[in-house]
C-alpha cells in the first residue's frame, strides 16, 4: 500500500489525490526520488511496467505533472517514486 500523500518524503509533495493504475508507455524511464529531472533516478523502468498512481504534483500547468507511483511489476517492483505524467498510459 502507498503511503498518503502528506507522508511522501516526509511532507506532502503532491498537489492533489490520485487512485489509477497505469503502464509505462515508453522505454527506460526514470523513477525518481522526487518530482522533478533534478532528483536523482533510483533506476529504469521498461516500457509496459504496471504502476499504481497514489497522487501527483504539478507545480506549473504549462508542464507534465508528475505521479508518485508504486511499482506493480518489473525489477523494481514494490518501489515508490516519480515519473512524469506523459510517460504513463492510463488508467487501465
Not at 533516478?41 to 499504481?52: D, E, F, I, N
Not at 508542464?63 to 511489476?73: I, Q
Given at each position: 500500500?502507498?503511503?498518503?500523500?502528506?507522508?511522501?518524503?516526509?511532507?506532502?509533495?503532491?498537489?492533489?489525490?490520485?487512485?489509477?493504475?497505469?503502464?509505462?508507455?515508453?522505454?527506460?524511464?526514470?523513477?525518481?526520488?522526487?518530482?522533478?529531472?533534478?532528483?536523482?533516478?533510483?533506476?529504469?523502468?521498461?516500457?509496459?511496467?504496471?504502476?499504481?498512481?497514489?497522487?501527483?504534483?504539478?507545480p506549473?500547468?504549462?508542464?507534465?505533472?508528475?505521479?508518485?507511483?508504486?511499482?506493480?511489476?518489473?525489477?523494481?517492483?514494490?518501489?515508490?517514486?516519480?515519473?512524469?505524467?506523459?510517460?504513463?498510459?492510463?488508467?487501465?
Open positions: 500500500m502507498a503511503p498518503a500523500a502528506a507522508a511522501v518524503g516526509g511532507n506532502s509533495r503532491c498537489t492533489g489525490d490520485a487512485n489509477f493504475r497505469g503502464k509505462v508507455d515508453v522505454r527506460n524511464v526514470n523513477l525518481r526520488k522526487g518530482p522533478g529531472t533534478t532528483y536523482r533516478s533510483y533506476g529504469q523502468l521498461t516500457k509496459g511496467a504496471r504502476v499504481y498512481v497514489d497522487c501527483y504534483r504539478q506549473d500547468i504549462s508542464k507534465a505533472p508528475w505521479l508518485y507511483t508504486k511499482v506493480n511489476s518489473g525489477a523494481h517492483a514494490g518501489q515508490h517514486g516519480w515519473v512524469r505524467d506523459d510517460l504513463i498510459y492510463w488508467p487501465l
